[in-house]
């Protein structure tokens, strides 16, 4: 109940190409959905994030996909860079409850020039 | 403004030992989480403190594990007696308030031999 699964595990694309990156929650508790983008020797940094009440948040090349209703929420990376090569993890917060946030397993990915 | 600080960011440890993770938050971040992270895995939540208060230590493994934030001075993690099992990345974040983004460092590697 309290898991967050993250799928692909890893993905290699051109640049230019769009990454998608996919999550799936079981607790509809959950009411805070932020990615997080690590790279290596690195700790994560807030990319964006989503609350239940939106179905989509864009910033930049960035985009979250929101639907309350099958529970998953995916990332979209439009025109993949090289320097966008790094592990991506989503996560979830639960409403009202602790700040902890519980995190998918991450997605490492590869933008190849 | 100097992001979330943790030192050492490198700890080697023999069996048996004692390891102390320090992590000083933001300026005016008064809200510490710590997180684990095994290699090929997302980051799993161990506790939230607040200024000299536990809030949240249901990550903490129930031995050996513990960690302050006193009036004065950074946050501290310490794990007694450490196993190999111990070997990780430990992240702590920070946030101004509850509900806040939270800020992470860039971690402390722990290797116990």
């Known amino acids: 109940q309290q898991q967050v699964k993250q799928s692909p595990q890893s993905l290699i694309i051109q640049k230019g190409g769009i990454s998608i990156i996919n999550c799936a929650y079981e607790n509809t508790a959950f009411d805070y959905f932020p990615w997080y983008q690590q790279f290596p020797g690195k700790g994560p940094a807030l990319l964006i994030a989503i609350r239940p009440d939106v179905s989509e948040k864009k910033e930049g090349r960035f985009t979250i996909s929101f639907n309350k209703s099958a529970k998953q929420f995916s990332l979209h990376i439009m025109d993949s860079q090289p320097g966008d090569s790094a592990t991506y993890f989503c996560?979830?917060?639960?409403?009202?409850?602790?700040?902890?946030?519980?995190f998918g397993k991450g997605m490492k990915l590869t933008v190849n020039p | 403004n100097a992001g979330v600080m943790q030192n050492p960011r490198h700890l080697v440890r023999r069996r048996g030992q004692e390891a102390r993770l320090r992590c000083s938050p933001m300026?005016?971040?008064?809200?510490v989480y710590w997180y684990r992270q095994l290699p090929e895995e997302g980051l799993k939540f161990m506790v939230y403190?607040?200024?000299?208060?536990?809030?949240?230590e249901s990550g903490m493994p129930k031995e050996r594990f513990s960690a302050e934030f006193p009036k004065e001075g950074p946050s501290i993690l310490r794990i007694q007696q450490v196993v190999r099992g111990d070997s990780a990345a430990y992240f702590c974040?920070?946030?101004?308030?509850?509900?806040?983004?939270?800020?992470f460092g860039q971690g402390t590697r722990l290797t116990v031999v």
């Open positions: 974040a920070s946030s101004p308030a509850a509900g806040g983004q939270a800020f």
């Open positions: 403190l607040q200024k000299e208060n536990i809030i949240d």
């Open positions: 300026k005016g971040h008064s809200h």
């Open positions: 996560a979830a917060k639960l409403q009202g409850g602790s700040e902890k946030l519980v």
